[in-house]
């Protein structure tokens, strides 16, 4: 029940190391991982050795994929991505404004 409420920070820095990741169907994963392309996702045993097992066999797929996922976590987290949103908050709150709005 525990790691169900839990954020996938582990995850995310895997992901801006450039690793490629397996990860359990819990959380946010759903959102953060696009099977196959960004990280796999494993639901039973089966999937989990599948993975695994297909990452530790080829080098270039763990490359792609983690390449992959630190382009799509670049996107999504970086302060590139975040930056110009968190000024335009606040100045709009300097100027009194609905930070929403900005």
């Not at 029940?1 to 490629?20: D, F, H, I, N, V």
């Not at 639901?43 to 080098?59: I, P, S």
């Amino acid at each position: 029940e525990w790691a169900r409420g839990k954020c996938s920070l582990k995850l995310l820095q895997y992901m801006s190391a450039g690793l490629a990741t397996v990860s359990s169907p819990r959380g946010s994963v759903a959102d953060i991982v696009h099977d196959g392309e960004n990280g796999f996702v494993a639901a039973t045993e089966a999937d989990w050795v599948a993975r695994l097992g297909a990452l530790v066999d080829d080098a270039a797929l763990r490359a792609r994929v983690g390449a992959r996922a630190r382009e799509w976590l670049v996107s999504h987290y970086s302060l590139e991505h975040w930056g110009p949103r968190f000024v335009a908050v606040l100045r709009a709150a300097a100027r009194g404004e609905d930070v929403r709005d900005a």
